[in-house]
Each structure stands twice: as C-alpha cells, then as structure tokens.
C-alpha cells in the first residue's frame, strides 16, 4: 500500500479550486472529491494502525545454497571457470577479491553460484562459507547479521550494527571467507561502502561472489572480473527439458510427435533456463499433441499465472527501471524479434519521440540517450552481437522482447505479413515489414483509427512524426506531396532502396524536421538543376541532424555558403567518392555543429584553412585518404592545429 502525507493538503487545494469555479456541476464533484478524501484518509489510518510498510514492488522467493546438480545442465565450463576466480590468488593490497555474475532474469545466475558454492575444492579452500539473499531490498544490519550468524553458526540477537560490524570484522580474521550475495538490486555506493568494512581485515584471499542482472552493481562494488552469463545451447536446453518435462527422465522415442514439438519449445525458450523448466513442467500435464502446439504458438505472457514463473522474474527487472527508461525499452517493441539494433539509430528514435530528457548543462541531449542505450544494455535488457559486416550492434533477447510488448500494450504495433488486422484505437507507433504479396489493402484497417489516408497518390498522416523507408528493394517512389500531407514529421530516413526513381517534386519533404538521412542522394536528386540542389537543404530552417549518403559527383560540400542550415548540430557524410575539400567557409557558418562523420571520402586529403567550427566536440573519419590521416596526427601534423579543439577524434 502506498500512502503520502500531501494526500490531505493536495486533496484541500484541489477542493478549493473546485469550490470557487462556476463549473454548473460544481457540487457533484465536490461531493465525489470529499468521498474520495474521506476514503484515503481512512486508509493512510488502517495502515498506521496495521503496522503496514509503504512498497511497491513485487518480491520473489529467498534462495538458499541447496542444489540439486543432477537437475543442472550445461554449466560446468562456466563452473569451472568460477572456481578459478574463486581459487586464483588476490594481486595488490586488497584482501577482498570480488567477482560478478550478470545476466538477465531467468539465467542461471543464482544455480551457477550454487554449483560453486557447493563444489568440494571450494569447501576446502574457505574456513567460512556464508550464502545471504539479499534480493530488492538491501538492508545493511540484516544481510550483516546473517553474514555473522552463518559464519559463527550461532543466532545473534544483536541489532546494532556498530556492534554487529565489530563482531563480523573479528570474525573474518580468523579464517579466509567466501561472501554469496545473491541477487542484489542496490547500486547504492554508500550502501556498499558500509557493508564491506569489515571485511577490510578479512584474511589475505577471501573473496565475495555477487549475483545480479545489473552491470551497474558490480561496478560499485568493484566486481573485478564481471562474468556475463550466457544462453544454454539448445542441446543442453533439450536436456533439460527432457529432464524436466518426461516421467523420470525418460524421453520419447526420437520420432514421437512429443519430442519434435518439444525441441521447438525449447528452440523458443532462447537458452533460457527458467523459460524451459516452466514449459516443461506445463508438458507433464498436456498428454495431447494438440494441447502442446498450444503451448508452443501461445505467448509466454499468456500462460497460466499459477504456473508461470518466468513472468514476474522479467517483470521485476522492467519495475526497478527508472521512469524514463521504462518508455524507451517498451518503445523497442516496435522492433521485430531478433532484430539487430544500432545504437545511434535507436537513440534518434528516442529523441524524435521526445524520451530523452534535455541536458541542463553543456551536455549534447545525444550523450543523455547513449546513456539510456548503455544503462539497458547494463541491465541485460539488450546485449551486443556482430552484425554481417563485423559491426557491433544490439539485440533482445525473445522474452525480453515479449516484455517489451507485454509493457507496451496496445501502444506499440507491428503489422506482419501474416497478421489478422484488429484494432488500432490506443496505437501510438506501429511499424510495418513489408510481405511479398503485400499491397495497399494491408494499410486500409489503420485509416479507421489514425487519421492516415494511403493512396496511390499520397499518405496523409498529419500526426505522424517518425518515417523510416529502409532497404525495400522494389520501392520505386516516394509518397506525393509530403510536405502537405505530413505536417508534423519530425524525423526522416530514406536508405538502402535501390529502386527508387528521381524525386520530380521539388519540395518533397514537410520543412518542420528535425532529422533527416538521404541514401541515393545525388540519384534521388538527379532531375533537379544544380542551383536547385544547392538550395535545396538551407530551407529547413529546423534541422539537427543531416545524414548524406552517395553523392558521387560532389567535389566540394558544402558547395556554398548558406547552402546548409545554422541549425545543425549532427553531419553524416558517407560515400562521397570524389570528394576533395570542405568548404571552410560554410563550415564556419555552422557555429551549432556538435558532431561531424565523414566515411569513405578516399580523395579527401586535408581540412580548409578556416578549420572546423569551434562549437565541434566530435571527429568521426573512417574509410578515408592515409594522407588526411597523417595530416590529423596529434601535435605534429599539418591539420591538427584545425582540429585540436575538438574532445573526441577518431580517425581510421
């Protein structure tokens, strides 16, 4: 229950207001506001009187150091790993050695410890083993007092912690330690602090092993390594499940419809464990093949709450998010499964929607959403892969993307090619990936709800602020005329769509936008005349962000100045091939300019004399001339006195 002292005075200010309005309704909702008054101040009583603890979080179960091993599978690499860590001796002056174990809810973290904590080298290795769950709230006197009650093996009616602390710290003397915390929420540094005092005398090796899905809590605690916990394979996961889900072990024979239906459970589960023992347990109760394929086509989120372990595991990781980052991860469910996202992309995403806060200070609002990226990517939310060109990007994992929808609700949608059209009334973003015999008819059901007519002459959206055409191959041309039709876009991205034929229009765009990217821009561009290019871009008076690609014919850019808007803070320039020179002048002009890309400009060999704008903070320079590059390098080439101002530089 959750209750605040202001709830009266609040209450009172809002009757007041009510009060002295001539609202011809005014009595009945004086009335309703004094019963609703009268009810809250009952409650914050009843909670006095009952002893009741303000909380709002929804709690899980305290674990022990039992484990059955038998039951585990596929962890003794990282078993043995752990071991090591745990074995290895401490280099430097610190007496306490701490190691990490991170990953998403659901993992393994707490079973892997287990398997530690209970391994025969371990017992020998460690006079005192103490295993605490410590969960969401971390009080500092009570995870103490369990430390102290399960190294002396003695009850301790002490509730001091002065006393408590003294005790502990004379007791870690005595014997090398092995310190669990499972499952710890707190990135409290003061918290921490308090806490490890005494072990400051510990003996020389002890070493404190902390599960948690926060990268965030092993660094304040100075977790050195961190251990990220990766996916079972799905041969371990099959092992499980068949463990787990067949009568004793016993799996069917390998052609039984069971065990093929099984397997893809499984392949569903993503190397989860939590998601594979839940689905397991569910199959000893579904003897039909039937009642299984239900299982396997249903979401998660569906299944019975009364068996459904993995829901409120995912669930308490999306509760400790703070506020602003809640909207940002359940915006991800725009996203298709498995889909690899870049951080860059993402972010501008996030700002065009308006979730990322304005910095007060000097700070870029693009450096406040790169936090946000890396707080969930901290958290476990997303984590990095290779793309196919060896470029790092993120994903989510399957059931973190169904939290993601789960949390989104109706406010994310996702029209697939195989998906009945249903109701699109509370829809806020949807995104759309395109099916092979996919037409205009797929877009009829969102005229209904969303105030978008699609034609074959245009798309009028006026709420609409974000539009991504990317990588459709058999685009051949860009809705007419949006610049009237699309009042109230913000951000624009036209890429990888090789198709597409020359825009005729010569002001094809809405001017309000605040980022716009333009693959195939000279292409694109092609049927204008080189004045109307060149004046092309000055008109948007409210640009942040500009993203050029493929301008094969340009040998200077800017070509003028003026020629781009004042109000840029972001330039992205990939693939000019022929590109020899920037423009001094222009750049000069752009004294909002923050960030500057420039990739594969192989002819480009040195910056104007006039430099780059003093307001710049960041260099990007990939794909270019040696030559440039050598006359970048710090304090002894030509250029670096152009550049030197600049924090960040990064050329290769």
């Not at 093996?153 to 870690?172: G, S, W, Y």
């Not at 310190?179 to 005092?197: A, F, G, P, Q, T």
């Amino acid at each position: 229950m959750e209750a605040r002292s202001e709830s009266k005075s609040l209450s009172r200010k809002v009757l007041s207001l009510v009060s002295t309005s001539r609202n011809p309704f005014r009595k009945g909702v004086v009335s309703k506001l004094n019963d609703v008054t009268k009810k809250l101040e009952d409650m914050i009583k009843e909670k006095d009187v009952l002893g009741l603890k303000e909380s709002v979080a929804p709690g899980r179960m305290p674990t022990t150091s039992l484990v059955e091993e038998s039951e585990v599978y596929g962890r003794n690499q990282e078993k043995e790993q752990i071991i090591e860590l745990l074995l290895s001796p401490e280099t430097g002056s610190s007496k306490l050695g701490v190691i990490a174990i991170v990953g998403m809810g659901g993992l393994g973290k707490t079973t892997l410890a287990q398997l530690v904590y209970n391994d025969v080298r371990v017992k020998e290795s460690f006079g005192f083993r103490s295993w605490i769950s410590v969960s969401d709230v971390f009080d500092v006197v009570r995870v103490t007092k369990a430390i102290l009650e399960s190294i002396t093996d003695q009850l301790c009616e002490m509730q001091d912690l002065e006393r408590l602390q003294v005790k502990l710290r004379e007791e870690l003397k005595k014997k090398r330690s092995l310190i669990v915390l499972d499952d710890v929420w707190s990135e409290s540094n003061d918290i921490w602090d308090l806490l490890k005092k005494p072990f400051n005398e510990s003996v020389h090796g002890s070493k404190l092993l902390v599960t948690t899905r926060n990268e965030g809590v092993a660094s304040v605690m100075g977790a050195i390594p961190i251990f990220r916990l990766k996916e079972l394979s799905d041969e371990d996961g099959w092992s499980l499940f068949s463990q787990r889900a067949f009568e004793n072990g016993n799996c069917c024979p390998d052609d039984s419809p069971l065990v093929a239906v099984g397997r893809k459970i499984v392949q569903k589960c993503k190397g989860l464990p939590l998601a594979i023992k839940t689905l397991a347990g569910l199959l000893r109760s579904k003897a039909e093949i039937t009642q299984l394929e239900d299982i396997l086509n249903s979401s998660i989120w569906g299944l019975s709450k009364e068996r459904n372990d993995i829901v409120p595991a995912l669930r308490l990781s999306y509760h400790y998010l703070p506020s602003q980052l809640k909207r940002c991860f359940a915006y991800c469910a725009i996203f298709p499964k498995d889909y690899q996202i870049k951080e860059e992309n993402l972010v501008l995403l996030w700002m065009a929607e308006g979730f990322v806060a304005q910095p007060e200070n000097d700070r870029r609002i693009e450096d406040v959403g790169d936090e946000y990226f890396q707080e969930l990517v901290s958290r476990s939310f997303f984590h990095q892969v290779l793309n196919e060109d060896g470029c790092e990007c993120y994903m989510m994992h399957d059931l973190i993307h169904d939290l993601a929808q789960f949390m989104a609700g109706d406010f994310c949608f996702r029209l697939e090619e195989e998906q009945q059209c249903k109701s699109f009334k509370r829809a806020r973003h949807i995104a759309y990936s395109r099916g092979q015999n996919d037409g205009f008819h797929r877009f009829e059901v969102l005229s209904k709800h969303l105030s978008l007519r699609i034609s074959r002459g245009g798309l009028a959206a006026p709420n609409l602020e974000e539009l991504s055409i990317r990588e459709c191959g058999n685009l051949k041309s860009l809705p007419l005329q949006m610049h009237k039709h699309l009042t109230s876009l913000k951000w624009l991205a036209i890429t990888h769509c090789p198709g597409l034929e020359p825009i005729q229009e010569r002001d094809p765009f809405p001017l309000g936008l605040n980022s716009l990217a333009i693959g195939n821009f000279e292409r694109l561009t092609s049927r204008w005349t080189d004045s109307e290019r060149k004046n092309f871009l000055q008109k948007f008076q409210f640009l942040e962000i500009l993203h050029l690609k493929d301008c094969s014919s340009v040998e200077c850019f800017p070509p003028e100045k003026g020629s781009l808007p004042m109000t840029l803070q972001r330039l992205g320039m990939w693939h000019f091939p022929n590109l020899k020179w920037l423009n001094g002048e222009s750049f000069q002009s752009l004294n909002c300019l923050q960030v500057l890309v420039i990739d594969n400009c192989p002819k480009l060999q040195a910056f104007a004399e006039e430099g780059l704008p003093s307001s710049v903070s960041e260099l990007w320079i990939t794909g270019c001339s040696p030559v440039l590059k050598k006359r970048c390098q710090k304090g002894i080439g030509q250029d670096w006195p152009k550049i030197s101002h600049i924090q960040v530089i990064c050329i290769e």
